[in-house]
T-cell receptor, first 115, second 111 residues
Framework: NAGVTQTPKFRILKIGQSMTLQCAQD?????MYWYRQDPGMGLKLIYY???????DKGEVPNGYNVSRSTTEDFPLRLELAAPSQTSVYFC??????????????FGQGTRLTVV | DAKTTQPPSMDCAEGRAANLPCNHS???????VYWYRQIHSQGPQYIIH???NNETNEMASLIITEDRKSSTLILPHATLRDTAVYYC????????????FGAGTRLFVKA
């Protein structure tokens, strides 16, 4: 199994441009998440989804949008990129939110620079 | 989810045990202690978790105090490849993984 796959690995955007960060998982996980990590900091939750068609905001949703049309895919959309969105973005998934032994699986990250 | 406090950095000699502390004094009865690590900006990797009993797996041991207000992650024989940022997370077993990662502890394993 590939686990959680993120594309692209690196991207440079100009201010005001838009892009979509792709995330796919092949573990049939219900829950998926997007985090961002600024240099030297922990991870902050942007958006999450508990299943296809259902999404909700995390700590820092402003400037981002998500959709979840299938169980496998959870793309993150940046409209009007700003320098403050320069960060490393991680996608993660978990099997079921209500299970005791819920281990989160993370992708390898997308390093985004907005100039 | 309860907040955790970890030292910002620690050193450990290769081959020795690395003991990483975590304080979680506001932990609730239904909250578990999880440990993850992040090697060189890769995605975080699950290590171990526990509720109140000590736990051990092939990667590490987790020691939770009797009052559950603190815990220690033990890497019994640290190697250079264990150099990473280690995150202690406290969360309930419901509501998915809407959890907050703090800054963690940066562990340097030295030869």
């Amino acid at each position: 199994n590939a686990g959680v796959t993120q594309t692209p690995k690196f991207r440079i955007l100009k201010i005001g441009q838009s892009m979509t960060l792709q995330c796919a998982q092949d573990m049939n996980h219900n829950y998926m998440y997007w985090y961002r990590q600024d240099p030297g900091m922990g991870l902050k939750l942007i958006y999450y989804s508990v299943g296809a068609g259902i999404t909700d905001k995390g700590e820092v949703p402003n400037g981002y949008n998500v959709s979840r049309s299938t169980t496998e895919d959870f793309p993150l959309r940046l409209e009007l990129a700003a320098p403050s969105q320069t960060s490393v973005y991680f996608c993660a998934s978990t099997n079921q939110g209500f299970r005791v032994n819920t281990e989160a699986f993370f992708g390898q990250g997308t390093r985004l620079t907005v100039v | 989810d309860a907040k955790t406090t970890q030292p910002p950095s620690m050193d450990c000699a290769e081959g020795r045990a690395a003991n990483l502390p975590c304080n979680h004094s506001t932990i609730s009865g239904n909250e578990y202690v999880y440990w993850y690590r992040q090697i060189h900006s890769q995605g975080p990797q699950y290590i171990i978790h526990g509720l109140k009993n000590n736990e051990t797996n092939e990667m590490a041991s987790l020691i939770i105090t009797e009052d559950r207000k603190s815990s220690t992650l033990i890497l019994p024989h640290a190697t250079l490849r264990d150099t990473a940022v280690y995150y202690c997370i406290v969360r309930a077993n419901t509501g998915g993984f809407k959890t907050i990662f703090g800054a963690g502890t940066r562990l340097f394993v030295k030869a």
